[in-house]
């Protein structure tokens, strides 16, 4: 079973900023938190990963709670092209990947 | 970045066909690769991890004499449909764990449809 859990679906406004919250409060700790997206009928994208500071890059900002049982996906200005699914995951860095259902991100114009 | 190539992107075959899928990894050696299926509106279920010169290892109820996963080379795993029937029609995705980070890196899937 997956060790996170993240609300079944969202909606953001394009140019507004998505905040896709995850809970991993089982979270050990060498493990990563990693934030996939999928958009519909392609391969999963990676976004970012992070195991205890925040973490920002190109695509997106990572927000890890210091005792590391929650974290926060930030996409800082939505656009429709940023609607898939995503998946956030717990799991220690050279191991098999277990995936959730994921939240279902609609960006609305 | 890393890019992982999967081939075909999509099949259709007859019942009884054995499918080949590919994956390879474009610019960076994969010791480790992962095949998964995913149904329609379903995450991701891991189906077998594939390491290089030796035998995969195949999750709980995965039929390994079914799904056939070869992992000749550094930078290609194949996965073999064997005898194809309509219930294995999914979208087959490979990853490949690149060394030098804790990431995975995805192939665009497979879409499988055995008629």
């Known amino acids: 079973d997956a060790k996170t859990t993240q609300p079944p679906s969202m909606d953001c406004a394009e140019g507004r900023a998505a905040n896709l919250p995850c809970n991993h409060s089982?979270?050990?700790?060498?493990?990563?938190v990693y934030w996939y997206r999928q958009i519909h009928s392609q391969g999963p994208q990676y976004i970012i990963h992070g195991l205890k500071n925040n973490e920002t890059n190109e695509m997106a900002s990572l927000i890890i709670t210091e005792d590391r049982k929650s974290s926060t996906l930030i996409l800082p200005h939505a656009t429709l092209r940023d609607t898939a699914v995503y998946y956030c995951i717990a799991s220690p860095p050279v191991y098999q990947l277990i995936w959730g259902a994921g939240t279902k991100l609609i960006i609305k114009p | 970045g890393a890019v992982v190539s999967q081939h075909p992107s999509w099949v259709i075959c007859k019942s009884g066909t054995s499918v080949k899928i590919e994956c390879r990894s474009l610019d960076f050696q994969a010791t480790t690769m992962f095949w998964y299926r995913q149904f329609p509106k379903q995450s991701l279920m891991l189906m077998a991890t594939?390491?290089?010169?030796?035998?995969?290892?195949?999750e709980q109820g995965v039929e390994k004499d079914k799904f056939l996963i070869n992992h000749a080379s550094l930078t290609l795993s194949t996965l073999t449909v064997t005898s194809a029937h309509p219930e294995d029609s999914s979208f087959y995705i490979c990853s490949a764990r690149d060394p030098g980070t804790p990431n995975q890196h995805f192939g665009d899937g497979t879409r499988l449809s055995i008629l």
């Open positions: 089982t979270i050990s700790g060498n493990e990563y």
């Open positions: 594939s390491n290089e010169g030796s035998k995969a290892t195949y």
